[in-house]
């Protein structure tokens, strides 16, 4: 088949996966699967041969990624029943003092996103944000905006989280060195983030009835938010009041038979988040400069392995938040269990990306696609990014945008010759386009939105502008790193 055949399918293929999620709302795992088999058969895949490019494309990508994905959301489901997350934000806040309060839940969105998926540490930790507005007497905006914008950099930035994880297999990163380049990344972006929001939230939007009534009381106005934006910033010397907590019904009724117990200690959840971490950072530098013989190289590879590191963190977690608190093995059981639903369709979707990328691979359509983007004259880093963010602003989810990306360059990326530390560079780079352009067509902007009760037309001034602000700002510093590793 003509190579001119195997793109016009290939930019059909996406047309049509586009068209499916976005017009008929198909969900996005059917669809990743039906395009891959009409992409495989129109490209010439013979009929004998295409359950076997199915299932092997389905089976490399789960292999890789099922263990790190499931084994991150429980550590993440019992930080988060334990109460640690809240915990965790309010050591923060007092550690910060009352001034720094937003730099503080930033902070704590930074950690919390460690472990946590965005949707469910924006439902855990807004709460908190409502009390702190509260009492403060100042806009949601000024302690929302830069939390949750913390949220989603680490979600769509780092492994555990499923769109990192799925790169790093597609791509094979090695996960350590991602997590060596992309942390400080992170962090810097931030407090970038933190800085920008502030200046965003000294004008005041409008808040929707419900969440002011909810966050004020009654008897606040959208007259008396401006006022208080006007205000200086008078620091609140009282005390925060921490909302009940809310998150899906199935964690809640979880939660509602959980033994009361006190809040776990601010060291303790900072040790269970930086563990995995550690581990995984250290089997990477041990690899790096030990003796190939070396007795600690060896048991630091087998402890610095992502899928090794988050189980030794996951039972440490079940131990020392679970059984040491008063949780019989039947509610940790449940507790553990009950991260599985929410993560299940995420990994199929990682794996009908890796389907997807199989099929481009073995009809040769990789090859064609390798070629065209390398007539581009664009450095690989930026073709990462463009792809992701053009994927990512057209059908919004951040998973699908960089698996389905991971799948498109992997070819291209195995006709170069790059050093382990530019694939790290370029997963995050990826991770930024990742980051960019979060709007009407992505769940995570109609969240933020509806709990920090602003307009669609607000939500794009400042959520959607903070968060391209931030992807393409990662973009920026990975391409200044790129000469220097």
Known sequence: MSPS????????????????????????????????????????????????????GMGKTLGHIAIIIALGAMIGRIIELSGGSEALAQALIKRFGSRRTALALTTAGFMVGVPVFFEVGVIILMPLVY????????????????????????????????????????????????????????????????????????????????????????????????????????????????????????????????????????????????????????????????????????????????????????????????????????????????????VAMVILIAGAGGVFGKVLVDTGIGAVVSNLLRSTGLPVLALGFLLTMLLRAVQGSTTVALVTTAGIISPLIATLSLSPNQMALLSLAMGGGGLAASHINDAGYWIFTKMAGLSVADGLRTWTVLTTLLGTLGFILTSLLWPFV
């Not at 699967?33 to 092997?56: M, P, Y």
């Not at 502030?198 to 401006?226: F, K, W």
């Not at 030794?312 to 131990?319: G, Y």
Request: contains cysteine.
């Open 5 to 56: 055949i195997l793109l016009v399918t290939a930019a059909a293929g996406i047309a049509l996966l586009l068209l499916l999620v976005l017009k008929y709302k198909l969900q996005p795992f059917v669809a990743l699967i039906l395009v891959s088999l009409i992409v495989a058969l129109s490209a010439g895949v013979k009929a004998t041969d295409l359950v076997a490019t199915i299932e092997g």
């Open 131 to 342: 009390g702190i507005a509260r009492r403060a007497r100042k806009p949601l905006l000024v302690f929302a905006l830069p939390m949750c914008a913390a949220l989603l950099t680490v979600h769509a930035f780092l492994p555990p989280h499923p769109g990192a994880v799925a790169v790093a297999s597609q791509l094979g990163v090695d996960m350590g060195r991602i997590l060596m380049f992309g942390l400080p990344i992170t962090a810097f972006l931030c407090y970038v983030g933190y800085s920008v929001a502030g200046r965003m939230a000294r004008r005041a939007y409008p808040m929707t009835d419900d969440i002011r009534a909810e966050v004020y009381g009654p008897h606040v106005s959208n007259q008396d938010l401006v006022a208080w934006a006007q205000e200086h910033d008078a620091p609140s010397q009282q005390d925060v009041v921490i909302s009940p907590m809310s998150t899906e019904a199935s964690a809640s009724s979880i939660a509602a038979r959980l033994p009361a117990a006190p809040a776990p200690g601010f060291g303790l959840i900072v040790s269970l988040i930086l563990l995995p971490i550690v581990l995984i950072l250290l089997g990477t530098v041990s690899g790096s400069l030990l003796p190939v013989n070396s007795l600690l190289r060896s048991i630091m590879t087998v402890l610095g392995a992502p899928l090794v590191a988050l189980l030794i963190d996951t039972l440490l977690c079940a131990w020392l938040l679970g059984a040491r608190r008063g949780w019989s093995r039947s509610q940790i059981s449940d507790v553990i269990g009950s991260a599985i639903p929410a």
